[in-house]
């Protein structure tokens, strides 16, 4: 317990003097990642190695165009940070599986609990 009182926790909680020391830092990502920059980890600031996606022969593809325009897109990251509890119920009706459940995922949740039950999800019916 931290007071006895709430009257006690207030004045606890005027009574905390804070410093902070202002760390190098780096706000850029393509910064972030250039030799000398400050590190977040131990050994760099990048985790592994980026996903890269590619479909059908992209060097052929900018060898055969007329005018190739490169470009850099950045999209903020979302990240979702609900408030409830992830949960999920399950009952079976008959010969189906009735899911109730707070993800929102719910084809890849169909997917992923009937190949690990080891039945036929409703989306490759």
């Known amino acids: 317990m931290a007071a006895e009182t709430p009257q006690q926790a207030r004045d606890a909680a005027r009574a905390i003097a804070v410093r902070y020391e202002v760390l190098p830092h780096v706000l850029d990502p393509e910064r972030a990642l250039a030799p000398g920059a400050p590190l977040v980890g131990g050994e760099g600031n990048r985790q592994g190695e980026p996903d890269t ?17 490169e470009k850099t897109f950045r999209t903020e990251y979302e990240l979702h940070n609900p408030m409830e509890l992830h949960g999920c119920v ?9 899911l109730w459940e707070s993800l929102q995922g719910v084809y890849i949740t169909q997917t992923v609990i009937s190949r690990v039950l080891g039945l036929r999800s409703p989306a490759s019916a």
Request: avoid cysteine; hydrophobic fraction near 50%; glycine fraction near 16%.
């Open 53 to 69: 996606h590619e479909r059908g022969d992209v060097a052929a593809g900018f060898a055969e165009a007329d005018v190739v325009l």
């Open 90 to 98: 399950a009952r079976w009706d008959g010969g189906r599986l009735v």
